[in-house]
């Protein structure tokens, strides 16, 4: 399977399983060591962030790892709105659940922080993917969508990563992504010349809703594109959402939150600093937001901007965790 139809396989499930889901092996953790990154890219919200800019506590992220482990997830990848890199304790956590059991761990950088010595403590963490975000085929056009000039960081990180991984013979998969808006799409054809050496696979995305948050500014950089015969992938959006049983999503706060791509926390759950990981999945707030989709009834919800593109005001699914999250930026 194609790295491109790997992210758009939706899992078949019966009522039943949507509800509470069973079979674990279909489910990926998603942990937030930090919200925090070091680039404003132009599709993405977390340039206008209004939760607190945090890192995980480390306690509580391992002890999320195991009690994942421990429902039978063997999926994990550490990161969601920001940086990997940017928390030191990131690659601890990788090799924390390597050391437990899971078997299949991936990663998402932009590259920029990626030197020689980090790639090469990288790959000893023992992940089996590790994909790059370069989102221009130009250092001018990089620029314009990161919002800082690393294109020739970012792209030294995947040569030397290409070329290591090669020259020690590691089992690990190195992927590019490549969101597509109106200002990089024309370089489609030439960032695939600049990578194709040097990655096993490689997708176009086409711009994700962030629950419609930014739509006015991504609805302005959104284009229809063609990938040039290459796989690409489309975040379209329906309920019942696929996320609701096969991510697992927990913030740099310590919250489970049922989306990796609202921004704000209103789709906060529960607090798994009071509340252990298997309680919240299975847990009424979470049942209630699986029901609502399952009886198309998310109207006037967060869920319901993000599906139907709209930015009516809405109640938080849990106002005490959304408004205790909306503390004053600091940068750590």
């Known amino acids: 399977m194609s790295y491109a139809s790997e992210v758009n396989y939706k899992f078949v499930k019966t009522e039943d399983d949507y509800l509470y889901p069973k079979d674990m092996n279909n489910v990926t953790l998603r942990l937030e060591p930090t919200n925090v990154c070091n680039h404003a890219c132009l599709f993405c919200p ?3 962030l209004l939760r607190r800019r945090s890192v995980i506590d480390k306690d509580l992220a391992k002890r999320v790892i195991k009690e994942a482990y421990d429902l039978g997830v063997r999926r ?3 990161f969601i709105m920001g940086e990997p890199l940017l928390c030191k304790d990131t690659l601890e956590y990788y090799r924390y659940a390597k050391s437990l059991g899971y078997t299949f761990l991936f990663l998402t950088t932009n590259g920029s922080l990626a030197t020689k010595e980090k790639i090469e ?4 963490s023992g992940i089996d993917s590790l994909k790059f975000s370069i989102n221009g085929g130009s250092q001018e056009t990089y620029k314009k969508i990161h919002g800082k000039d690393d294109y020739n960081k970012a792209m030294e990180a995947l040569r030397y990563a290409r070329e290591y991984r090669d020259k020690h013979n590691i089992d690990c998969r190195i992927l590019s992504s490549y969101i597509v808006t109106r200002l990089n799409v024309h370089e489609i054809k030439q960032h695939y010349e600049n990578i194709k050496n040097y990655v096993d696979d490689f997708a176009f995305f086409g711009m994700a809703t962030y629950a419609s948050e930014v739509l006015e500014e991504t609805e302005g950089l959104k284009t229809d594109f063609d990938s040039n015969g290459a796989e690409h992938v489309e975040f379209s959006t329906s309920s019942p959402c ?3 049983q096969n991510t697992i999503c927990v913030t740099s706060e310590g919250y489970l939150v049922c ?4 921004n704000y926390n209103m789709a906060a759950l529960e607090d798994l600093h009071i509340m252990s990981l298997k309680d919240a999945w299975y847990g009424e707030r979470m049942l209630s937001v699986r029901k609502m989709h399952l009886l198309n009834n998310i109207d006037k919800t967060v869920c319901g901007n993000c599906v139907y593109r709209r930015q009516d005001k809405v109640e938080p699914y849990n ?3 959304y408004e205790a999250s909306l503390e004053t930026n600091q940068e750590i």
């Open 319 to 321: 106002r005490a965790l």
């Open 242 to 244: 696929a996320l609701l």
């Open 46 to 48: 977390n340039h206008k």
């Open 121 to 124: 403590e990288i790959f000893a």
């Open 76 to 78: 994990a990848a550490f």
């Open 259 to 262: 989306c990796v791509t609202e």
